[in-house]
């Protein structure tokens, strides 16, 4: 069971990017963080008890990964930048780095980028299964898709 909520770690990216960050770009960071906490945090697919967050899951939307709660709301600043400032959220040191490490690595690219590198990733893949790309979904992104895409980049 986890101790943080999505908002709080969307909060947590907001700060850090300074009003550069849009909410695809947003989503996918958060996904990442998300992702990189479950590979992190666990030992095996058969038991994923350490999550960053157990308020929200993503589903394979046409743009990648996202939360719907995250998606509705944000989605009124649409492609531009979300100005809201925010307070960083406090975590605990292990959280922290791996927020740190998924800043460095994911945030240097623009939301474009970041959708297509979730567009080439199994989880997402395997959530929207035989849909073509335009096609709507709102089917769930497994965790245990989501670890065992990831833990091969680190193993």
């Given at each position: ?52 967050f157990d308020d929200g899951r ?10 719907h709660g995250l998606y509705n ?83």
């Amino acid at each position: 069971m986890s101790q943080y909520t999505y908002d709080e770690v969307a909060d947590w990216f907001l700060a850090k990017g300074e009003g550069k960050i849009s909410p695809k770009k947003l989503q996918k960071l958060v996904y990442y963080a998300y992702a990189w906490t479950l590979t992190l945090l666990n030992d095996s697919a058969e038991n994923l008890t350490n999550k960053l967050f157990d308020d929200g899951r993503f589903e394979a939307w046409v743009h990648g990964p996202v939360i719907h709660g995250l998606y509705n709301k944000y989605s009124k600043y649409g492609f531009n930048n979300i100005s809201k400032s925010k307070t960083r959220p406090t975590f605990t040191e292990d959280i922290e780095d791996v927020l740190n490490q998924v800043w460095d690595v994911y945030g240097k690219y623009n939301a474009d980028q970041l959708e297509s590198m979730t567009h080439q990733e199994s989880p997402w893949k395997n959530a929207r299964k035989d849909l073509s790309p335009l096609d709507s979904s709102s089917n769930f992104i497994s965790d245990k898709d989501i670890f065992n895409c990831y833990i091969k980049r680190i193993a």
